[in-house]
């Protein structure tokens, strides 16, 4: 069983197009994270969000967390082909006052056609 | 340049042979941790360290073994690889268990034939 579930899967828009991918899951989350990741790299961290309904923007990225702390989304205004690449959500399982490790979702794989 | 070192980048192995993946970082990180990375499974957990001294298990643990004896190092060692082990590897690291920033290293492809 997937504890966090990605979609979609895969995603192949134009230039200039919005987009949304969502991270879901039925466990509560005491934080999740947003990664990106290009071919033959490691994850690199984009954003945090740790509180229920939180909200931060990053340029033209947008992440929310569920006010459950079960899900979250990523918004992407105007994509650009320089947002191509594997997206992945991972959050820390909450235990009741304490935390478990980082666990991932499958990733949802962009591609940005010019 | 501050981050994860992972080496080598490739390797082949053959089956039955062992091997340690290598993986060192400079910020004085707690938390190191290891991860494989297969096509439609994700990042999954194989074992992690809170600190020199103190390693534990993941996910997918069975196969690997790891030691801590210094913050900065973390090797991962392969006992007696098999081909369910091909597989792309990715070290991590952060200040501590509880932070949520994780530094990832740039990975080694492993193939076991």
Known sequence: ?114 | NAGVTQTPKFQVLKTGQSMTLQCAQDMNHEYMSWYRQDPGMGLRLIHYSVGAGITDQGEVPNGYNVSRSTTEDFPLRLLSAAPSQTSVYFCASSYSMDMGVHTFGSGTRLTVV
């Open chain 1, 1 to 114: 069983t997937q504890l966090l579930e990605q979609s979609p899967q895969f995603l192949s828009i134009q230039e200039g197009e919005n987009l949304t991918v969502y991270c879901n899951s039925s466990s509560v989350f005491s934080s999740l994270q947003w990664y990106r990741q290009e071919p033959g790299e490691g994850p690199v961290l984009l954003v945090t969000v740790v509180t229920g309904g939180e909200v931060k923007k990053l340029k033209r990225l947008t992440f929310q967390f569920g006010d459950a702390r079960k899900d979250s989304s990523l918004h992407i205004t105007a994509a650009q082909p320089g947002d191509t690449g594997l997206y992945l959500c991972a959050g820390r399982l909450y235990y009741g006052g304490s935390q478990g490790n980082l666990i991932f979702g499958k990733g949802t794989k962009l591609s940005v056609k010019p």
